[in-house]
């Protein structure tokens, strides 16, 4: 049963939930593991959802004039029934890659709540995610600008993202792998991957956020996402500067740290 964390406890995971949402180290995980690591109460998938609130005010303040661009475009799609150029393009594929992660989220809600948290799936997804996020950073010439993104290349990235209902895979990891392995740059994968994660965010947050504050004190919860937010907004600004020179190998490691600390744990815990 979710029960209400103390204030101190929602900083930490709105601190958690800012950085691992954006860095490829899945948020979802940290979430999960941080109340069963700690033996704190179990928040649940409601809290979650309003931590990622945080994380929507921190894109959208960020990329604040691509959210005008890109608004413009899709009113401009809407009134001309019909995709051209520039941010009417930008627009129409940002929601076209939506799709498969709103679809999977839905039809998944139950088992994203129950089975998907399990701490072995985890760190499996953890380990598996990483391997293969490095494998394709290394391996993938880096020579395609955002602008060249076609319908396909957008779909296939929406699907990545669907994978990402399982605590470990990690939204933007799954999202910027996919990009990379279609041949996209480092910091284009970087950032189509964080402007997908606004649709995706506010309609789960239009779900369960309304539960969540009703369910809840406002400390903690108003905490939570101030803490996301804060923390939300120094990842994206770091990821992307340190991706353009650096590769995304460090967090390949920290997640096979992570899930081999996860491993660790259940086996002490079992014996």
Do not use: N
């Not at 930490?12 to 109340?35: D, N, T």
């Amino acid at each position: 049963m979710p029960t209400e964390p103390t204030v101190a406890q929602a900083a930490i995971l709105g601190v958690l939930q800012g950085l691992a949402e954006f860095l490829p180290i899945s948020s979802s995980a940290h979430l999960s593991l941080a109340p069963w690591a700690f033996g704190w109460p179990e928040p649940g998938l409601a809290f979650d959802v309003a931590l990622h609130v945080g994380t929507l005010v921190a894109v959208l303040w960020f990329f604040r004039r691509e959210w005008y661009a890109l608004l413009a475009g899709a009113i401009e799609v809407l009134r001309k029934r019909r995709v051209t150029e520039g941010a009417p393009r930008r627009a129409a594929m940002l929601a076209v890659a939506t799709i498969p992660g709103a679809a999977i989220g839905y039809a998944l809600e139950h088992q994203a709540e129950t089975i998907f948290r399990a701490p072995g799936l985890t760190a499996a997804a953890l380990v598996a995610m990483g391997a293969i996020l490095w494998i394709v950073d290394a391996r993938v010439a880096a020579k395609r600008p955002l602008g060249e993104m076609r319908w396909r290349d957008a779909i296939l990235i929406g699907c990545a993202q669907a994978c990402a209902i399982i605590p470990g895979v990690s939204r933007s990891g799954a999202t910027i792998t996919a990009g990379r392995a279609l041949g996209f740059d480092r910091a284009g994968a970087a950032t189509f991957s964080f402007l997908m994660s606004m649709p995706i965010i506010a309609a789960a947050a239009a779900l369960k956020v309304p539960a969540a504050l009703r369910a809840a004190s406002s400390a903690p919860v108003l905490v939570g996402m101030a803490a996301a937010a804060v923390s939300g907004w120094f990842a994206i600004a770091g990821l992307l500067a340190f991706v353009r020179s650096r590769g995304f190998g460090v967090f390949a490691v920290y997640r096979f740290a992570l899930g081999a600390a996860v491993v660790a744990l259940l086996l002490s815990r079992a014996a």
